[in-house]
């Protein structure tokens, strides 16, 4: 729903900027299990969260070189 979607979008930007972990950006943007973050992430952005990290990031140095 709704929150869930909130919650991957603000999950995505963490995966991106932070350096937390994966677990503890699952936690911090209110999932109770990894495995429930997991699952609602790829279906939101069609990606684990590791690679949505990497795709995104090789996808900005490809940019600037």
């Known amino acids: 729903g709704y929150l869930q979607k909130l919650r991957i979008k603000k999950a995505a930007e963490l995966v991106l900027s932070e350096a937390l972990s994966i ?3 699952s936690f911090a ?3 109770q299990s990894l ?9 939101e952005t ?4 590791r690679e949505f990290k990497m795709i995104n990031l090789t996808e ?5 070189e």
């Open 29 to 31: 943007v209110g999932f």
């Open 60 to 64: 900005r140095n490809d940019g600037n």
């Open 23 to 25: 677990t503890d950006i």
């Open 46 to 49: 069609g990606f684990s969260p």
């Open 35 to 43: 495995s429930a973050f997991y699952s609602a992430f790829k279906k």
